[in-house]
């Protein structure tokens, strides 16, 4: 690249928002990346780490030497940092440290202290507080002398003596109402808080369902120990969905679209080895019938029919299910309700697709037998998808386990090798009335 | 039930806030629901119809009459009436246009004719506007005169004469700054700001890259018509990732899982039969090696190996694909680079997996030169999974339509029937071998 154009790139990367750089970095190859990372601005490194995917932060931070880690990571708040820790090397998270005042430091060992898909994870430490027994007028005095106010501040958070959470004065109140009267008779007393170990996950459904932008999180004896933002519970509904979008299709994580062969093998391997497992049982029950399809190779044929629609029907129910449990619909006495009625689905359904499939097979081999073999084995293996579509996801849930993780693989092995050996069995019994 | 208990049960749901009395709808059997629904305040029924999922609000409004409905669209804001609109029944629709004021049934008229997917159809008319030339001072007693602001005011908008957008006014700054200043000195004049006919996934991408609580949406003239906030962004993002996730999964739509059999069976058939076609023709590709698969019955077992791994490794490839075309990291340019990488990939993988394969038909079967047969398909399958899983989505990207919706399907297909081919081709070709 010619040096004018070099010039122009960093003149034009020093006027961009650090998430827009990082949107560009994200849609660069390899070289290209790392040459325009090397045209940002010292001062920014920090926030564009944060912007970029994991993946991609990755490839950036194996490019940066400690001192230049150490610059990034010091323009950055205490949850930040927290953020970025995972990926940094042992001896620039030991120097953060000792670079950083006790309260920081101290906030800093607590984050990471908090496990991946908690509220401690998410919250920052720009929480706003004032007392209750002053007037308003006080409280924007003192505002004032903040000169600015951080970003999503729309309620500061009353406390008392001892930091525990009286309450919060929305923005708006403090802006509407009589500058003389007290913070205590204005402020909102009913605050939705979280705790530090709350689940991410609920935290979020709370955001929503409340509308909030921001909310205090408090520890057991209700004192103030950070804040939940919006945005933070943006970035997790979509980093979350994501991952559950890369598990079903059996991605162990987000890929950088970029990176090396090797490294997405990696990242792929898992998966892949698992389904070769089911996919040699599967091939295992179908070697129990050789004899079977020696007598009638139509049936090698016919087969994978009633395996892929069963599988279909299999993962239509179970993401029903995992997405119920998610939303928290299902309650143990409606379990029940849901067998009852996704039984009924897989029977109509089987009635009605294998009759079609029944009448595909006799069309093609001539033989009505066939037809009424092909259409038992589909309900069958439709009721077997029902049954194993709800209670697989449901005693996931039941003993702590993430139920989307998987659940597609494990239903598609189910029915995979359910449905061979149930048509291929049915075959067998009837062998004599398909000859 | 009790009446007793009817009468505690009431007083509870009225001390509900609307969101978690929606919660509860969805967790009821049908019947529980209803009676619920009855026991629910008139003033609150509009509010629960906007929480509940679509299913669930169907069977709420079918249980309720024209009168009924008329009086809980009435409680809500003209954007709240627009989002419940494709439920309500079309007298219901006209007599409220007719009953609202002129300005209303314009913003109405106007919000239902935007696409679904636009920001149209997300903004809401909440937005509170000042002018540049007044002092802060002035703003706050305008404000106060309005005694409250809709929910997510961060920022005030700041329009001419002519309701051009000129500036935006965080309250914030009206906080904090002199309040003799003059609201054009202290207002903010780079906004990110919207048109209604933009896509609704840009300006959510937006929302979370610049961490904005609401944004002015303007029309080609600069003109002020609505208003986009975090919490309507917020539902939207969760709408999508569960829609993508249904339609991966084969599900139309959104069920309510306490809904009958026969609406389940009419909500999943369409895929259902979708997959039975190209079951057929995987089984029709099946059938032109009958001969084949008769001289050696290990093929039958065997196939479904090749057939499965390559629509794992397939799945993996597309869902990254698509998530990068979403996220717009994928460029003409970077394609070419795509390709070669997982062709890489693809082929390492073969290399890997086909050696585990190879042997284990070996070791079955005691016959090499079937192992041989297996590694190479098993190559050549994941290399035709690779190069579709780039081609499908970016092809469907390039016609303009969703990658995401039927891509699984899709690249199944082609790895099903593929793979069947591939190694039941290399198996009659090397038949000499193998017998």
């Given at each position: 690249?010619?040096?004018?154009?070099?010039?122009?790139?960093?003149?034009?990367?020093?006027?961009?928002?650090?998430?827009?750089?990082?949107r560009?970095?994200?849609?660069?190859?390899?070289?290209?990346r790392?040459?325009?990372?090397?045209?940002?601005?010292?001062?920014?490194?920090?926030?564009?780490?944060?912007?970029?995917?994991?993946?991609?932060?990755?490839?950036?931070?194996?490019?940066?030497?400690?001192?230049?880690?150490?610059?990034a990571?010091?323009?950055?708040d205490?949850?930040?940092?927290?953020?970025?820790?995972?990926?940094?090397?042992?001896?620039?998270?030991?120097?953060?440290?000792?670079s950083?005042?006790?309260?920081?430091?101290?906030?800093?060992?607590?984050?990471?202290?908090?496990?991946?898909?908690?509220v401690?994870?998410?919250?920052?430490?720009?929480?706003?507080?004032i007392?209750?027994?002053?007037?308003?007028?006080?409280?924007?005095?003192?505002?004032?002398?903040l000169?600015?106010l951080?970003?999503?501040?729309?309620?500061?958070?009353?406390?008392?003596?001892?930091?525990?959470?009286?309450?919060?004065?929305?923005?708006?109140?403090?802006?509407?109402?009589?500058?003389?009267?007290?913070?205590?008779?204005?402020?909102?007393?009913?605050?939705?808080?979280?705790?530090?170990?709350?689940?991410a996950t609920?935290?979020a459904?709370?955001f929503?369902?409340?509308?909030?932008?921001?909310?205090?999180?408090?520890?057991?004896?209700?004192?103030?120990?950070?804040?939940?933002?919006?945005?933070?519970?943006?970035?997790?509904?979509?980093?979350?969905?994501?991952?559950?979008m890369?598990?079903?299709?059996?991605?162990r994580?987000?890929?950088?679209?970029?990176?090396?062969?090797?490294k997405?093998?990696?990242n792929?391997?898992?998966?892949?080895?698992?389904?070769?497992?089911?996919?040699?049982?599967?091939?295992?029950?179908?070697?129990?019938?050789?004899h079977?399809?020696?007598?009638?190779?139509?049936?090698?044929?016919?087969?994978?029919?009633?395996?892929?629609?069963?599988?279909?029907?299999?993962?239509?129910?179970?993401?029903?299910?995992?997405?119920?449990?998610a939303?928290?619909?299902?309650?143990?006495?409606?379990?029940?309700?849901?067998?009852?009625?996704?039984?009924?689905?897989?029977a109509?359904?089987g009635?009605?697709?294998?009759?079609?499939?029944?009448?595909?097979?006799y069309?093609?081999?001539?033989?009505?037998a066939?037809?009424?073999v092909?259409?038992?084995?589909?309900?069958l293996?439709?009721l077997?998808a029902?049954?194993?579509?709800v209670?697989?996801?449901?005693l996931?849930?039941?003993?702590?386990?993430?139920?989307?993780?998987?659940?597609?693989?494990l239903?598609?092995?189910?029915?995979?090798?359910?449905?061979?050996?149930?048509?291929?069995?049915?075959?067998?019994?009837f062998?004599?009335?398909?000859?």
């Open positions: 690249v010619h040096k004018q154009h070099l010039a122009e790139l960093h003149a034009l990367l020093d006027d961009m928002h650090p998430a827009d750089v990082a560009v970095l994200e849609a660069l190859p390899r070289d290209d790392l040459l325009v990372w090397d045209l940002v601005r010292v001062e920014h490194d920090g926030e564009i780490l944060l912007e970029v995917s994991d993946a991609v932060r990755e490839s950036l931070i194996k490019s940066m030497d400690s001192d230049e880690l150490l610059a990571a010091e323009t950055l205490t949850d930040e940092i927290a953020d970025l820790a995972p990926d940094l090397p042992q001896d620039v998270i030991q120097e953060l440290l000792e950083l005042d006790a309260q920081k430091r101290a906030r800093l060992q607590s984050t990471l202290s908090y496990p991946e898909d908690s401690g994870a998410l919250m920052d430490y720009d929480m706003v507080t007392r209750a027994d002053v007037t308003l007028e006080v409280a924007l005095r003192y505002l004032r002398r000169k600015e951080p970003d999503h501040t729309d309620k500061l958070f009353v406390v008392d003596r001892d930091g525990a959470v009286r309450g919060v004065m929305p923005l708006q109140r403090l802006l509407l109402q009589d500058p003389d009267a007290n913070v205590a008779d204005v402020m909102a007393e009913e605050v939705v808080t979280f705790r530090p170990e709350d689940e609920d935290a459904q709370a929503e369902r409340y509308d909030l932008v921001s909310a205090p999180v408090i520890d057991a004896r209700n004192r103030l120990v950070g804040r939940l933002t919006v945005d933070a519970v943006v970035d997790y509904i979509r980093q979350e969905s994501d991952s559950d890369l598990s079903i299709a059996g991605l994580e987000e890929e950088d679209i970029f990176s090396s062969v090797w997405s093998v990696q792929r391997w898992a998966w892949l080895a698992i389904n070769l497992v089911t996919a040699f049982i599967a091939s295992r029950v179908i070697g129990m019938f050789d079977t399809i020696e007598k009638l190779v139509a049936l090698a044929a016919l087969m994978p029919i009633i395996a892929g629609i069963g599988g279909n029907s299999g993962n239509q129910t179970i993401t029903m299910i995992v997405r119920a449990l939303l928290g619909q299902i309650h143990p006495d409606s379990a029940r309700k849901l067998f009852t009625k996704e039984i009924g689905v897989a109509l359904n009635l009605i697709w294998g009759s079609v499939v029944g009448l595909f097979a069309m093609l081999y001539g033989k009505p066939l037809g009424l092909m259409m038992g084995a589909m309900t293996n439709l077997l029902a049954v194993m579509g209670a697989i996801p449901v996931m849930h039941k003993f702590g386990r993430d139920p989307a993780v998987g659940s597609s693989v239903i598609t092995a189910v029915t995979d090798s359910g449905g061979f050996f149930i048509f291929l069995g049915l075959a067998t019994l062998m004599a009335y398909l000859k």
